[in-house]
């Protein structure tokens, strides 16, 4: 079980990485941005108020410390989408990881974005209510894509490393 969850912590946090390291390859080279996690952080932050949706989140105001919540929230949830990786596919995957399952939990990772955040902060069912939707989601679809190559990669590292 302990093995298990700091397996779940290492694969999340270094597939979180690989998803940032993702976003700034895109920005720096593209010009794409990515999400500001202070609005992820703003969100969060105003619903001890009871809002829990916004329409947008940018119209509310600024909340201290939102970025350093955001981010913090961003890596958790990492490690927890990890977390769901291992108990689906088994502790043993840790020891020896395949690239289809982290792909698929990649995949699968979009309901959180789609389903939750996106409408939550004002931007729609997947995205529906910004000024590119299929942009949007195509972004989201590379970026949780990312981060399934990366639980894979971390997996990888991590078994290399422990055994």
């Known amino acids: 079980m302990a093995e298990s969850l700091l397996g779940s912590v290492w694969v999340g946090i270094g597939a979180t990485g690989v998803m940032d390291l993702w976003a700034l390859v895109q920005r720096v080279a593209f010009g794409t941005p990515s999400l500001d996690y202070a609005l992820v952080g703003r969100w969060l932050a105003l619903m001890r108020d009871g809002r829990f949706c916004h329409r947008p989140i940018m119209a509310a105001p600024p909340v201290k410390g939102e970025r350093l919540l955001g981010w913090l929230c961003h890596y958790a949830i990492g490690i927890m989408f990890a977390a769901l990786l291992v108990a689906a596919a088994g502790p043993q995957w840790l020891h ?9 939990a990649g995949v699968l990772s979009l309901a959180a974005p789609f389903f939750i955040l996106q409408p939550a902060l004002g931007f729609g069912v997947a995205a529906s209510r910004t000024p590119a939707p299929a942009t949007a989601r195509l972004r989201s679809v590379k970026s949780h894509l990312a981060f399934g190559l990366g639980l894979y990669l971390a997996a990888e590292v991590g078994a290399r490393v422990w055994q």
Do not use: D, F, I, R
């Open 96 to 104: 020896q990881p395949t690239l289809l399952p982290a792909l698929l």
